[in-house]
């Protein structure tokens, strides 16, 4: 008796991570929905128009005038979606020490031990194992 083939069928379907609907996600790396992303396209417009305007604004200042949460300016700022070099009034902490940073999430001083214990880790890895295969 023959075997039917059955075909698999590849579909990248995903939740937003904002809204949570289902959605077909072509891109792996996609995270939002078509709807979610432009709307969110839409708030960093809003973000870069309203700092143009207002070069010393807060962080505070720029929540309450958009109307866009302080996580999502945040994440923006972290993603490097809006440089806080040319606004002065704007300021992220290190995620580790808590100083003051313009960019991503942490301090180059943090940034660079982080990178050292990650180097020792890789390395004590690789001897543990090169170890066990003897």
Known sequence: MDKEKKKVI??????CASCHTLFFN?????I??????????????KV??????HQ????LDVVMETGISESQIRRYIEEGRIDTTSFTGLELNCQICG???????????????????????YLNLS????????
Do not use: W
Request: charged letters at 30%; hydrophobic letters at 25%; one cysteine or more.
């Open 10 to 15: 590849n579909v990248n379907v995903k939740n």
């Open 26 to 30: 072509p891109i792996r790396s996609q």
């Open 32 to 45: 939002l929905c078509p709807q979610c992303k432009e709307d969110e396209e839409i708030n960093l417009g």
């Open 48 to 53: 870069h128009t309203f700092l143009n305007n």
């Open 56 to 59: 010393d604004a807060s962080l």
């Open 99 to 121: 100083l003051p940073i313009k960019t991503g999430n942490r301090c180059s001083r943090c940034s660079d031990e982080l990178k050292k214990e990650f180097q020792i880790a």
């Open 127 to 134: 001897r543990k194992d090169s170890n066990n295969k003897l």
